[in-house]
């Protein structure tokens, strides 16, 4: 016949005061132990929902993007933009307006940037690209050089400068850097301020004389020192 514990056994269990603490725990806080497994599962749910949400917006960019690239690449600026309405095809402006989170809708932007500047439309080019979030390592330089030319071509040259040196140091090694170095000093050259400009030919010739740039930054370097920049 089994045993039955006394009443001390079963205040002393260990096991068994947990297991009733826990109960009376959850008698005591049922509304609010039931509120918070509900939030959790919305939580949870509502992430997943989200998660296959943006896996979707980001395919159909994708598919729309392919038909603008189709246009830009063949310099039909205005239909990449625009899309073209006989050809039922959407343009980068509609992608970055409806799909502007996802990353097709960030490449869009590039697109719409360089395809702004080619039309000689650079204030809308450059809120285009500034607007562009450009990607780690070698790859993001050249979308940040652009920016730069694009502020040149507003006769922004300070701005530019800014930007060339913002592409020499995203990514440093021996070609893009000095080459954007020496544009950096260029634009400042141009913007009145010589004393940045030797500056930076200065760094170029010191970190990178076995570069492409150390020669034009050598005769740059001369021609600021002939005007007294490095006084």
């Known amino acids: 016949m089994a045993k039955r514990l006394s009443k001390e056994q079963l ?4 096991l068994l005061t947990s297991y009733y603490l826990f109960t009376s725990f959850l008698k005591r806080n049922m509304a609010a132990v039931i ?22 917006q980001e395919h159909e960019a994708q598919e729309l993007l392919v038909r603008a690239e189709q246009a830009f690449q ?17 343009g980068l ?6 799909y502007g989170r996802t990353n097709a809708g960030n490449l869009a932007r590039y697109y719409a940037a360089v395809a702004e500047s080619e ?17 780690s390592g070698i790859l993001g330089v050249g979308p940040i050089a652009f920016q730069a030319v694009i502020h040149a071509n507003l006769n922004n040259y300070e701005e530019a400068a800014r930007f060339f040196v913002k592409a020499a140091e995203w990514d440093e090694n ?4 000095p080459q954007n170095l020496l544009q950096a000093a260029q634009a400042y050259m141009e913007a009145g301020d010589n004393s940045q400009a030797i500056r930076l030919v200065e760094r170029i010739v010191n970190e990178y ?10 005769r740059l370097e001369g021609m600021l020192i002939a005007d007294g920049a490095g006084s």
């Not at 205040?11 to 260990?14: A, C, G, L, S």
């Not at 063949?74 to 959407?90: K, P, R, S």
């Open 119 to 135: 039309l000689g439309n650079y204030e809308q080019a450059l809120q285009y690209i500034r607007d562009f979030d450009p990607p």
């Open 93 to 98: 402006v509609d992608i970055i307006n409806d």
């Open 74 to 90: 063949q310099g039909e600026y205005e239909i990449a933009l625009e899309g073209d309405a006989d050809m039922l095809t959407v």
């Open 209 to 218: 004389e076995d570069s492409r740039s150390a020669e034009q930054a050598q």
């Open 11 to 14: 205040e002393t269990d260990p």
């Open 174 to 177: 021996e070609s893009t850097t």
């Open 35 to 56: 509120g918070i497994t509900l939030a959790v599962v919305l939580l949870i749910g509502g992430g997943v929902l989200y998660y296959l949400y943006s896996e979707r």
